[in-house]
């Protein structure tokens, strides 16, 4: 997944649940000003930050690790 991938699977969980950017912010205790970079697919975006802006849209975050891939070599 790319940072703009993932700026926009966060925008797509914020919309289907009905919520402006400083909502989320606020829910999330976050800036307004990292919401905005995070849909926006900002790289350096602070991996804590992310995580409680999941965590405030209710996902999940899944990593799958190469030997849980299929086909991945073990």
């Known amino acids: ?3 703009n991938q993932f700026g926009e699977t966060v925008r797509n969980a ?4 009905g919520l402006r ?7 999330a205790g976050v800036g ?7 849909e926006a697919g900002k790289p350096t975006a ?7 802006v999941l965590d405030a849209l209710g996902c999940d ?6 030997a849980a891939r299929p086909g991945a070599r073990g």
């Open 1 to 3: 997944m790319t940072p």
């Open 14 to 17: 914020r919309r289907a649940l």
């Open 21 to 27: 950017q400083d909502e989320l912010a606020g829910a």
């Open 32 to 38: 307004l000003r990292f919401i905005v970079d995070l």
């Open 46 to 52: 602070q991996l804590g930050k992310a995580l409680a």
């Open 61 to 66: 975050l899944r990593i799958n690790t190469p």
